[in-house]
């Protein structure tokens, strides 16, 4: 699976399912969290769905604002670890 | 920690920059923090209570040191591994960190090879100089008691070393009965162990029981037996730190530490009272950069002297003048009878706490930049944050990540992924309630403190299912400046009251008590 793939896909899933509003237009480099989409709690349920859908463990530690709250830091971090 | 010992920690700073050769600037911060758990122990009436309690804190650290050591890294592997048998690192056989993650490659110091039987020499000499310093504090006994350091006299210096032996030789015979014992099994009881202590040291019928048992074996008054015999100074923060490292070694996360190192992290004396609780990967790249750190840098002892002048003036002036009768505490809770009173003491309440703890966190960061440790920030104007959620990003900003990390996330994550999952609803509100509880407990196991993590946990529930069901309606006000300027005002003002109504719970170790003051407030006498 390609970046690209990946980006969608989370894009995809988290106005979906975090943001609950299919028609936001989420931009690749907005703040998420910092913006109110997104809370700690939206962050564990984005970590469990990395690791069903890509096989990714995110470790406790990696779920803060500071590493996660773009989408650019979230599919730089799937990224990573995917073989 | 008090006005003397701030500004002896601030004149060593300048001793430290400008004589000492960089390559003891490690060990001074290991030595003077060794030294520091035993001279910021206050006198403790059970008899020699105020030596062996740091003593103890200093092996527990030793033992979790041991416990932490990745046996990979010292043949030269360049990162931690999960522990295969681990519930999260089965799940995961890759490695969690990158190897090229500069935050999780271990010191050059443990690629060197090992010393005796696989544990490399410097550790060994770190071990020994932690005896002899341990030592070392009981020959305070001889200096006369004004120039003493410590608080309380210590026991006699061949009475610590045959303890020390004995100790030592448990240890052992710990280690060889405990050899089939997995590692994920041993750092599980490790946490268990610590976590009992905790509990232990915090309850109060536990503490009381364990004073009049310590107090029986010294031959001392059982009936004078109380929670403040037991004051462990620092072990709340150590405990967090040491369950830190515990559970990140069994997800393979945690960088290989030397011994020196992982003691200097746990008890770094600027933050050793009263936090941050820094996190160990952080620690060790200042700790391993202080060889590179010019020694006498005018801009780096500004930066540290203001921040330092900063929280004394926000410590000894405004907080201390505050909790002169300004602020809410259990004398006054019971006399004050008008609803204006009771608000003012309470509002008194909430910045005297914020001036007096944010101020000892602006004395601890300014003082570890003198000795080129940045530590982490822990406030960040938590008073004008607009939502429960946004307090607690800023409100003892290391222990509610903390708490996060090792409650929340592991929680939310254990649920999501059960068989059946219950309903989203109940898993917000247990990991949510869980976390704030924990958080509450740390400050002591007690009824008032499991009430006011109970407020704050049903808080940020409440929060995240009017947020979660407003989300939308709330963007809509982005094109509504004036409707949007009304609602942030409205919601700063329900968050702020709300955080400072819980301060009662917090303040008033009687329930009986804050209820008659909720009572007051709203007018019900």
């Known amino acids: 699976m390609d970046e690209k793939e990946v980006r969608e896909k989370l894009r995809s899933y988290i106005t979906r399912e975090l943001i609950r509003d299919e028609s936001y237009r989420l931009t690749d480099d907005e703040g998420i969290v910092t913006g109110g989409l997104m809370d700690s709690f939206s962050l564990a349920e984005f970590a469990v769905y990395v690791e069903s859908e890509f096989g990714v463990y995110i470790p406790d530690s990696d779920l803060t604002v500071a590493r996660m709250n773009t989408l650019d830091q979230m599919v730089a971090r799937v990224m990573q670890d995917m073989k | ?525």
């Open chain 2, 1 to 525: 920690m008090n006005l003397a010992a701030i500004l002896v920690f601030a004149a060593a700073a300048c001793l430290y920059g400008a004589l000492l050769p960089a390559r003891f600037r490690g060990w001074a911060l290991f030595a003077g923090s060794v030294i520091a758990v035993y001279v910021l122990q206050p006198a403790l009436p059970i008899r020699y209570s105020a030596y062996a309690l740091p003593t103890a804190m200093l092996l527990l650290i030793v033992a979790s040191w041991w416990l932490t050591r990745d046996s990979n890294a010292h043949a030269g592997a360049t990162t931690s591994q999960p522990l295969n048998d681990d519930v999260v690192g089965a799940q995961h056989a890759a490695p969690l960190q990158s190897p090229n993650d500069e935050r999780y490659s271990p010191s050059p110091r443990l690629r060197e090879g090992s010393g005796v039987r696989g544990i490399p020499r410097d550790d060994l000499v770190t071990l020994m100089a932690l005896v002899a310093l341990m030592v070392g504090v009981s020959f305070l006994r001889f200096i006369d008691v004004d120039f003493r350091l410590v608080a309380s006299t210590p026991p006699e210096p061949l009475a610590v070393v045959l303890a020390l032996l004995v100790i030592g030789a448990a240890g052992v015979g710990l280690r060889l009965a405990l050899r089939r014992v997995s590692q994920r099994r041993a750092l599980t009881g490790m946490i268990l162990l610590i976590a009992a202590a905790f509990v232990v040291f915090k309850a109060e019928p536990l503490a009381t029981a364990l004073s009049r048992a310590l107090r029986f074996q010294t031959g001392q008054d059982t009936t004078l037996a109380s929670i403040a015999d037991l004051g462990w100074v620092g072990f709340s923060y150590v405990a967090f730190r040491l369950i830190h490292t515990l559970r990140d070694r069994q997800t393979g996360i945690l960088p290989a530490l030397s011994l020196r190192e992982y003691v200097t992290y746990v008890i770094f004396f600027p933050s050793f009272t009263a936090g941050p609780i820094d996190r160990a990967e952080r620690f060790v790249e200042d700790y391993r950069a202080l060889p590179g750190l010019r020694g006498l840098d005018a801009e780096r002892f500004a930066g540290g002297a203001a921040r330092i002048l900063i929280g004394l003036f926000k410590k000894f002036v405004i907080a201390d003048t505050l909790a002169l009768g300004l602020a809410l505490n259990v004398i006054n809770a019971g006399q004050v009878e008008s609803p204006l009173g009771m608000w003012l003491l309470l509002y008194g309440y909430a910045l005297r706490l914020y001036f007096d703890f944010g101020g000892y966190t602006d004395i601890a960061i300014g003082i570890g930049i003198l000795y080129g440790v940045t530590l982490p920030e822990n406030f960040s104007r938590p008073y004008l944050r607009t939502t429960i959620t946004s307090f607690w990003q800023s409100w003892h900003i290391t222990l509610s990540s903390w708490a996060r990390f090792y409650v929340f996330s592991p929680l939310s994550r254990a649920l999501l992924t059960r068989k059946p999952k219950p309903s989203a609803l109940v898993i917000v509100l247990l990991a949510q309630v869980t976390t704030m509880v924990v958080i509450g407990l740390w400050h002591g196991v007690a009824l008032n403190f499991l009430l006011w993590g109970l407020w704050h946990g049903v808080g940020l529930f409440v929060h995240k299912q009017w947020s979660d069901r407003t989300r939308k309606w709330y963007r809509g006000l982005n094109d509504q400046p004036a409707r949007k300027r009304l609602w942030v005002g409205f919601s700063w003002f329900v968050t702020f009251h709300y955080v400072v109504l819980g301060w009662v719970w917090f303040a008033l170790p009687d329930v009986s008590q804050s209820l008659r003051v909720f009572g007051v407030l709203f007018g019900g006498g």
